[in-house]
Nanobody, 115 residues
């Protein structure tokens, strides 16, 4: 069984920073890609940032230059700077395991940015 647990959400004012953390544990042989998704009220879930098993990263255009994803084995982080009200959403951690060919999700952590 695989567990994905996020932490680090909260409320900040525009221009502030938050750091999200995610830990994957359980029956893990190898984690392929890891990423952060977000879902705002009334909107579809979108990929915010992803990172492969090496150093390759990708970002949605709206967060480029402000967010940084990093990874340390089975942990993934999202450093969010210069936050904007439109970044308000529930953020979900995702891990894809090549050993099971499945996606695993955390429970989500709320990020609220006030203007």
């Amino acid at each position: 069984q695989v567990q994905v647990v996020e932490s680090g959400g909260g409320s900040v004012q525009a221009g502030g920073s938050l750091r999200l953390s995610c830990s994957v544990s359980g029956s893990i042989y190898a984690i392929d890609t890891m990423g952060w998704y977000r879902q705002a009220p009334g909107k579809q879930r979108e990929l915010v940032a992803g990172i492969g098993s090496g150093t390759s990263t990708s970002y949605v255009d709206s967060v480029k230059g402000r967010f940084t994803i990093s990874r340390d084995n089975a942990r993934v982080y999202l450093q969010m700077n210069s936050l904007k009200p439109e970044d308000t959403a529930v953020y979900y951690c995702n891990a894809f395991l090549s050993s099971t060919m499945r996606d695993y999700w955390g429970q989500g952590t709320q990020v609220t940015v006030s203007s």
